[in-house]
């Protein structure tokens, strides 16, 4: 079994920068892909980026790329996504995701285990 725990989320005005962590305890990680998503009222949960496990190669939605990245802390089983030149559309609950199975990281359905989540609010 594997739990993520996420933190970090908060307001912020536009423009402003907010870091994300989720922290992963559980079976070992070696072979996980993690996967960021995020929901808005009314909306279904969307792809925002994804980091190999302990590869690292990084993956990133149309909508974040260049203003978000995500990293890793192998020692610390964390995962982080530092999120720059927020934009009120960015306001979500934002949630950490976990697979073991290889596909693609962009879909839902490709993990296994989820986080929480943590609100984000850009105020304008």
């Known amino acids: 079994q594997v739990q993520l725990v996420e933190s970090g989320g908060g307001l912020v005005q536009a423009g402003g920068s907010l870091r994300l962590s989720c922290a992963a305890s559980g079976r070992t990680f070696s072979s996980y892909v993690m996967g960021w998503f995020r929901q808005a009222p009314g909306k279904e949960r969307e792809f925002v980026a994804a980091i190999s496990w302990p590869g690292g190669n990084t993956y990133y939605a149309d909508s974040v790329k260049g203003r978000f990245t995500s990293s890793r802390d192998n020692a610390k089983n964390t995962v982080y996504l530092q999120m720059n030149s927020l934009k009120p559309e960015d306001t979500a609950v934002y949630y950490c995701?976990?697979?073991?199975?290889?596909?693609?990281?962009?879909?839902?359905?490709?993990?296994?285990?989820w986080g929480q989540g943590t609100q984000v609010t850009v105020s304008s």
């Open positions: 995701a976990a697979s073991s199975k290889y596909g693609d990281s962009s879909s839902t359905y490709l993990y296994n285990y």
